[in-house]
C-alpha cells in the first residue's frame, strides 16, 4: 500500500517536546488561556443581560 507523500501520518509526526518552552506555550498554555477567556466572557454577557432584564421591569 502507497502512502502518500502530501498527507501527514503518524510515522513523519513528532510528539510534543514537553521540554521545550515554545511547545509548552503553544499547546498548553495558549488553549487553556482561550478556554478561561471564553468562560469568562460568557458569564459576564450572562450577567449584564440579567441586570439590564431587572431595569426594564
Given amino acids: 500500500m502507497q502512502v502518500s507523500t502530501d498527507v501527514p501520518n503518524p ?4 510528539p510534543i517536546d514537553i ?3 515554545l511547545e509548552v506555550i ?3 498554555v495558549i488553549p487553556i488561556a482561550l478556554l478561561i477567556v471564553y468562560f469568562w466572557v460568557r458569564k459576564k454577557g450572562r450577567s449584564t443581560s440579567k441586570d439590564q432584564v431587572g431595569e426594564d421591569t
Fill in 26 to 28: 503553544v499547546y498548553i
Fill in 19 to 21: 521540554t521545550s518552552p
Fill in 11 to 14: 510515522t513523519n509526526n513528532p
